[in-house]
């Protein structure tokens, strides 16, 4: 097999071709785990910074904390869906490459049960994979002669997730969310010699449940707090294997597995906190997230899982949302966003930061239902230390379709 230190260097110096550059999707930083956090968000959260503990779901899906579902109306049903576009400028000492990704960013449905439950059913992206190493060159032992690999990731996981929120009083509300995390992670190695081809395919497949729990409380009128606890999970593994190797004149299968067992993947207990604030026209919202790596027993050979920290601010602007006048009703968001990391490589953090700005365009006379549109243009990683910078531009997209259902006609 290959030396992973040399593809680590060969990793973060980024030396591949354009003609090569469409098998790149995503961040080189997804060869390591599970792939790095997916950008996916519901359509208001997106434009403010990715904020949302401590934001209520009045007629929108808000999927960072449960228990704001409570605070959908009554006979309200909610359904958004969306998709987003990243490109990324990857940048080393000696190189600058541009890629591509894209994917849905979620689709989302919400309904009241009652004055003071709800219920909601949403299938998001969690990690996303996509890298690409061309061109490794490596020396067979005891020979002069190299050998050169390629070497393809892509996949990563997906969450189907199912909340339920209760009004305990006026001004709080509780909510759990039952979480199925479920996906795979797929290499494709290729070994080239000059007499040889060698193909190592596998495919890695990953699940568990995890369940959360969240809080909000009003203070005063314009006040909310929240609260959110994701509990630490197992995903367990399994890993099917197909080997193959290929000459001028034969074809020889070397090795064919299916459902082996591999090493499980451990996800930390994550907790957050979020205040939000109201000024008649002017939402203001902060968000802090601690995800505590360290105390799982997950390693990676090319770097250590660190203790990760994310700071979270964002505003919403709404001249009037009753009004009849379309300009009036239009939601202008912007926000901030510094995430720690949790991986160190070579002793230097993988830290990102990122700015956003959004707009909410209604699509219905009284403004219910929402286009969301957002920009986010954000940093992530450091030239240091034989590491990758990435400079990314995101664009979401989210429709958020609000309807009243369940009401009996009156008729005089």
Same mark, same amino acid.
Request: hydrophobic share 35%.
């Given at each position: 097999?290959?030396?992973?230190?040399?593809?680590?260097?060969?990793?973060?110096?980024?030396?591949?071709?354009?003609?090569?550059?469409?098998?790149?999707?995503?961040?080189?930083?997804?060869?390591?785990?599970?792939?790095?956090?997916?950008?996916?968000?519901?359509?208001?959260?997106?434009?403010?910074?990715?904020?949302?503990?401590?934001?209520?779901?009045?007629?929108?899906?808000?999927?960072?904390?449960?228990?704001?579902?409570?605070?959908?109306?009554?006979?309200?049903?909610?359904?958004?869906?969306?998709?987003?576009?990243?490109?990324?400028?990857?940048?080393?000492?000696?190189?600058?490459?541009?890629?591509?990704?894209?994917?849905?960013?979620?689709?989302?449905?919400?309904?009241?049960?009652?004055?003071?439950?709800?219920?909601?059913?949403?299938?998001?992206?969690?990690?996303?994979?996509?890298?690409?190493?061309?061109?490794?060159?490596?020396?067979?032992?005891?020979?002069?002669?190299?050998?050169?690999?390629?070497?393809?990731?892509?996949?990563?996981?997906?969450?189907?997730?199912?909340?339920?929120?209760?009004?305990?009083?006026?001004?709080?509300?509780?909510?759990?969310?039952?979480?199925?995390?479920?996906?795979?992670?797929?290499?494709?190695?290729?070994?080239?010699?000059?007499?040889?081809?060698?193909?190592?395919?596998?495919?890695?497949?990953?699940?568990?449940?995890?369940?959360?729990?969240?809080?909000?409380?009003?203070?005063?009128?314009?006040?909310?707090?929240?609260?959110?606890?994701?509990?630490?999970?197992?995903?367990?593994?399994?890993?099917?294997?197909?080997?193959?190797?290929?000459?001028?004149?034969?074809?020889?299968?070397?090795? %064919?597995?299916? /459902?082996?067992?591999?090493?499980? *993947?451990?996800?930390?207990?994550?907790? @957050?906190?979020? +205040? !939000? &604030? =109201?000024?008649?026209?002017?939402?203001?919202?902060?968000?802090?997230?601690?995800?505590?790596?360290?105390?799982?027993?997950?390693?990676?050979?090319?770097?250590?899982?660190?203790?990760?920290?994310?700071?979270?601010?964002?505003?919403?602007?709404?001249?009037?949302?009753?009004?009849?006048?379309?300009?009036?009703?239009?939601?202008?968001?912007?926000?901030?966003?510094?995430?720690?990391?949790?991986? %160190?490589?070579? /002793?230097?953090?993988?830290?990102? *930061?990122?700015?956003?700005?959004?707009? @909410?365009?209604? +699509? !219905? &006379? =009284?403004?219910?239902?929402?286009?969301?549109?957002?920009?986010?243009?954000?940093?992530?990683?450091?030239?240091?230390?034989?590491?990758?910078?990435?400079?990314?531009?995101?664009?979401?997209?989210?429709?958020?379709?609000?309807?009243?259902?369940?009401?009996?006609?009156?008729?005089?």
């Amino acid at each position: 097999m290959i030396n992973y230190r040399l593809v680590l260097i060969l990793l973060l110096l980024v030396q591949v071709s354009l003609a090569q550059s469409n098998n790149l999707t995503g961040s080189p930083y997804s060869l390591f785990g599970l792939g790095v956090e997916s950008n996916s968000n519901t359509g208001i959260n997106s434009g403010m910074g990715r904020t949302g503990f401590a934001l209520e779901s009045l007629e929108t899906i808000n999927l960072y904390n449960p228990a704001s579902f409570a605070w959908l109306q009554r006979d309200r049903v909610v359904l958004d869906f969306g998709m987003y576009t990243e490109i990324q400028n990857v940048s080393s000492d000696d190189s600058d490459e541009v890629r591509f990704a894209s994917n849905f960013s979620n689709v989302a449905l919400a309904s009241s049960l009652s004055s003071k439950s709800v219920a909601a059913l949403s299938l998001i992206p969690s990690t996303n994979v996509g890298y690409a190493l061309i061109g490794v060159e490596t020396n067979i032992e005891g020979s002069s002669e190299q050998f050169s690999s390629n070497i393809v990731g892509s996949g990563g996981l997906n969450e189907l997730r199912l909340d339920y929120a209760y009004k305990v009083l006026k001004n709080l509300s509780v909510g759990v969310k039952s979480s199925y995390l479920f996906g795979s992670i797929e290499e494709n190695e290729s070994i080239i010699t000059d007499q040889s081809l060698l193909a190592i395919s596998e495919d890695n497949y990953y699940n568990a449940f995890r369940w959360g729990l969240g809080l909000q409380y009003k203070i005063f009128k314009d006040y909310n707090l929240g609260f959110v606890a994701n509990f630490p999970t197992t995903l367990k593994g399994k890993r099917d294997t197909f080997i193959q190797k290929s000459t001028s004149s034969t074809f020889t299968i070397l090795e %064919e597995t299916t /459902d082996e067992t591999i090493d499980d *993947f451990e996800l930390p207990l994550e907790l @957050g906190f979020g +205040i !939000s &604030k =109201r000024f008649k026209q002017l939402l203001l919202t902060a968000d802090y997230s601690f995800k505590s790596w360290s105390s799982t027993d997950q390693f990676d050979t090319l770097g250590d899982y660190v203790d990760q920290n994310i700071f979270s601010f964002g505003a919403e602007y709404t001249i009037d949302s009753e009004s009849y006048k379309y300009w009036k009703r239009v939601n202008f968001r912007a926000g901030l966003n510094y995430n720690s990391g949790y991986l %160190e490589i070579d /002793d230097t953090r993988v830290s990102s *930061f990122d700015a956003s700005v959004g707009i @909410g365009l209604p +699509i !219905s &006379k =009284r403004g219910r239902s929402l286009l969301n549109i957002s920009y986010t243009l954000g940093n992530r990683g450091t030239t240091d230390s034989f590491l990758v910078e990435e400079n990314y531009n995101t664009l979401n997209i989210n429709l958020t379709l609000t309807d009243i259902w369940f009401q009996k006609k009156k008729y005089n």
